[in-house]
């Protein structure tokens, strides 16, 4: 690049600034929506989700029928996948 003539330099940084700016371009208000609006998730992460809200439905369960001692086991589970959640998505 250093090899270009100044005025070129300058006109390919002036458009590199162009589209880095990119004041055409407007963020989602709503980060978690797709475009249309609706919540976007890969089959991966609605599975995800749809396992723990399984487990804090049996440690639900399991505090109201036998006791919270039982249902910590199931709680830890759950909130070692809600860091885990945080943490790879």
């Given amino acids: 690049m250093d090899d270009l003539p100044e005025e070129e330099r300058i006109a390919r940084i002036r458009s590199a600034r162009q589209v880095l700016a990119g004041d055409a371009v407007r963020p989602s208000p709503d980060p978690w929506g797709g475009a249309d609006g609706r919540v976007t998730l890969s089959p991966l992460q609605r599975n995800y989700v749809i396992g ?13 029928v036998l006791s919270l001692g039982i249902a910590t086991a199931v709680f830890f589970v759950l909130a070692l996948g809600l860091i885990a959640a945080w943490l790879i998505f």
């Fill in 52 to 64: 723990l809200a399984i487990l804090l439905i049996v440690g639900v369960a399991l505090a109201l």
